[in-house]
């Protein structure tokens, strides 16, 4: 049903419109008490099997939202009563931003992707916090809130910059991610190098510290799939020797070569970053490596590509304690997270693992056994 309104409506809509439009249903539904119970009865049924614990949290399961979708707090109740686990806000800045001029968001439909250069557009970090101090929450879910650096802000302020963001929110986050893997803010992927990233990620790690002094705000960093094998070994060590609580792979690339598109080549070579299907392959190479890498000493979040329940069991069985997901939200529409989570609970009972916890990372375990 949905993918049919998908191509009689949303299809032939500008892609940010459609999004503000989708967004805006959800948002509403949400706020009516009759029809929101209704609605996540039938989205978000629960399965005890994939109730999960990462990052001192407890979550209904491990599938989360990508941040992106909800870049200023506006409906994390309407996200989860859409049936995701945790919901991860922005990027939020330090400071209010515009973004890119538009057009700015647009589909690959043939290949299932989306490619973006929103730059970061967002009302910045004094105002999502306050909207996130002054939120009653209708249901219980996890908010996780994705910082990055401000356009105008040069690099070697950028540290700063995040230390204003992480001030700003770490009270109202159930954990912080520092962004410094999109492709959109010009300078930031440098940021990604360990010699720029260990003082920002320590900056922002004391800056936390110091806004939430009686509890330990969990600390993650979001990478890019782009990085040679080498930097994301780099990355990886770099996370076990500051005490980082996790690492998220991936976010989006700027490649376009050797992806299999089959989009119209006009808008394939549009700038920015392309997420959802063709990024499935890399973003699952990274994910093993970073676990082969650390193990279970850090948690990992796999997300780019995931777009169905055998999808998010890989992630798993590759080492991700937390899978996301966001581009397969626009095709598969407001049954997806109902099918992931169906689809996870009958693979696990399949499965030779007594518990969820117990399939993260069994694929690279196995392989190493037999190497």
Known sequence: MYKFFFRLVFSRMDPEAAHHLAFGWIRRAARVPVLRVFVTAVLAPRYKELRTEALGLRMHGPFGLAAGFDKNAVGIDGLAMAGFDHV???TVTGEPQPGNPK???FRLVPDRALINRMGFNNEGSAAVAARLAARTPVFRTVVGVNIGKTKVVPEEEA??????????LAPHADYLV?????PN??????LQAVDHLRPLLTAVRE???RAVPARRVPLLVKIAPDLADEDVDAVADLAVELGLDGVIATNTTVARENLGLASDPAVVAETGGLSGAPLKERSLEVLRRLYARVGDRITLVGVGGVETAEDAWQRILAGATLVQGYSAFVYEGPFWARSIHKGLAARLRTSPYATLADAVGADVRKTEETA
């Open 159 to 168: 540290a700063a910059d995040y230390v204003k963001s992480a001030e700003r």
């Open 178 to 182: 520092v962004n410094v893997s999109s």
């Open 88 to 90: 991860e806000i922005g």
């Open 103 to 105: 057009k700015r968001l």
């Open 185 to 190: 803010t010009p300078g930031l992927r440098s």
């Open 207 to 209: 800056a936390a510290d």
